[in-house]
């Protein structure tokens, strides 16, 4: 990815030596996956994980990807052009190679040419044009649309060649394909079925129950000589906390991911279970819709940012595992977090203060939460709602049902608790949860200097300059932002011994959902 690219070669300053260094380094350097020794791996087995995640409303559409049950689905079942790896390095999946124009606005990509599909079909640049244009264009329901609206026109050469033309530059362009809602789907004349699980990735779906289970077993002609060691996967969604941990005690399943802190420390006496913790790109958000009462008025924004104590947060609910967010989304694991912006602390009297420029002496309102949105959520709205009184702020916090709040609660309850991932770049995350134009922006936020920022950021290749755009757009965000953001927090993952791995990716949960095909049994 050329911001990577330019850590590696920091001496170009031009937009035109930097974008032809890309290329190079891109087409040499990135053609090889990631491996390892294939033959510390046991190859066989089944794999059962236990998911925090997961509703009856999933859909194997791939723009409307929402939780992480679908993205592991995701992962299993398809490829990407792109992949971020588990050093957080871009490198190729489907594609070889790619290569971009002088300015940003034309890319090429090399397609691979050993990739069969689950029905035996060879992989063809149709299939990439037909995948990326359900994201795009009129009357297109995905929520990624912002992030491939760029997109100008999308033509094959060959076969095995794909060109975008975007309206514009953009140099994060092929990190911004490694998302989770990007894996290539087959070409049916022209489109893609939506109901269809048939892929080119390591697992061949077996059977599909939305929000319940997925069964999977092994590609035997899987094109990566080195993953999806598993003869078999199963994935549960298990959204209670402590029915996770049971399971992986009693033996139901192998690992779990969303384990609460607050059990993570009984979970490592047990000797027959590793537990993992990962910096990553994870957050946690309270989302208040800014187009509606009382939210609309920023005084009150701050008042309810400043009427949260964050470190009792890190201290109660993540237990050590994380740090105190800044109410924007850009964590410490991000190449442009800005580490250098005051961080914002409890102060009753200043959030008292926020509510009088209001005209308001105090404050009524919900908070909509449910342990599916994090582990710990309820019991993090109920230390919210204790810690804002000391204002005059009166919190009534709703506990939601875990089943459908994806679909019944987030987007549609005007405040409610939130996880967020992590999208390939610090870009992709703002554009997806904050741009004007996302459907899955969730504060309903709209600012024209912060789009404005957004849209130069993609085609400037100086890094001080690119740096202070991010680095304002995170100060936009805190101080007049719709998301209460309270906390970065760690990945942790719960697994049985007998599983074997190399190092976890931090961009996701579960090694970025792609533990099916990277994780082995040991032995």
Do not use: C
Request: glycine letters at 10%.
């Amino acid at each position: 990815m050329p911001t990577e690219i330019q850590k590696q070669l920091p001496g170009l300053t031009n937009r035109r030596d930097f974008l032809r260094a890309g290329a190079a380094v891109t087409s040499a350097a990135l053609l090889n996956l990631p491996g390892r020794d294939a033959g510390a791996a046991t190859s066989g087995g089944h794999l059962r994980a236990g998911l925090a995640h997961g509703s009856t409303s999933d859909t194997l559409d791939p723009g409307h990807f929402e939780n992480g049950f679908m993205w592991m689905l995701g992962y299993m079942a398809f490829n990407n052009l792109t992949e971020v790896d588990a050093s957080g390095q871009l490198v190729g999946e489907l594609a070889t190679s790619w290569k971009p124009d002088a300015t940003a606005t034309r890319w090429e990509f090399e397609l691979r040419r050993d990739v069969e599909w689950h029905d035996g079909k060879p992989l063809e640049a149709e299939d990439v044009i037909a995948s990326l244009n359900h994201h795009r264009g009129e009357g297109t329901t995905s929520g990624v649309a912002p992030l491939v609206s760029d997109i100008d026109t999308i033509t094959a050469p060959d076969r095995h060649r794909v060109v975008f033309q975007l309206k514009s530059g953009n140099v994060d362009f092929p990190a911004i394909l490694a998302g989770q809602s990007f894996g290539i789907r087959q070409n049916r004349d022209g489109v893609i079925d939506t109901s269809s699980a048939i892929g080119t990735g390591g697992y061949v779906i077996e059977r599909f129950d939305p929000g319940r289970s997925v069964e999977a077993s092994r590609n035997p002609n899987f094109w990566k000589a080195d993953r999806a060691h598993f003869a078999e996967v199963s994935v549960v969604s298990i959204l209670d906390p402590t029915a996770r941990v049971n399971a992986l005690l009693s033996g139901s399943v192998d690992v779990i991911d969303g384990v609460d802190p607050k059990t993570a420390g009984l979970l490592k006496r047990e000797p027959k279970v590793n537990v993992e913790s990962v910096t990553g790109n994870l957050h946690y958000t309270f989302s208040m819709h800014t187009d509606k009462a009382p939210f609309d008025h920023n005084d009150v924004r701050l008042a309810l940012k400043h009427a949260i104590d964050r470190e009792l947060l890190v201290e109660t609910i993540l237990r050590g595992y994380g740090s105190p967010g800044n109410d924007h989304p850009i964590g410490p694991a991000y190449r442009y977090h800005a580490a250098d912006l005051e961080q914002r602390r409890y102060d009753p009297d200043k959030a008292s203060w926020h509510l009088k420029q209001a005209g308001l002496q105090s404050l009524e309102v919900e908070l909509s939460a449910a342990d599916v949105a994090f582990a710990g959520a309820v019991d993090a709205a109920t230390l919210y709602a204790e810690s804002a009184a000391k204002s005059g702020i009166h919190i009534k916090v709703v506990r939601e049902a875990n089943d459908g709040y994806w679909a019944n609660v987030w987007l549609t309850k005007p405040w409610v608790a939130v996880f967020w991932g992590g999208q390939p770049t610090a870009g992709a995350m703002l554009e997806l949860a904050y741009s004007a134009e996302s459907s899955w922006n969730d504060t309903m936020w709209r600012h024209g200097r912060f789009n404005e920022l957004l849209k130069a950021s993609k085609t400037e290749v100086d890094e001080a300059r690119r740096r202070e755009m991010f680095r304002e757009m995170q100060i936009l965000l805190r101080d007049d932002g719709g998301a209460v953001i309270p906390m970065y927090a760690d990945f942790v993952i719960a697994a049985s011994s007998a599983l074997g791995h190399d190092r976890i990716g931090g961009r996701l949960g579960l090694d970025d959902y792609r533990l099916a095909e990277r994780w082995w049994k040991a032995g």
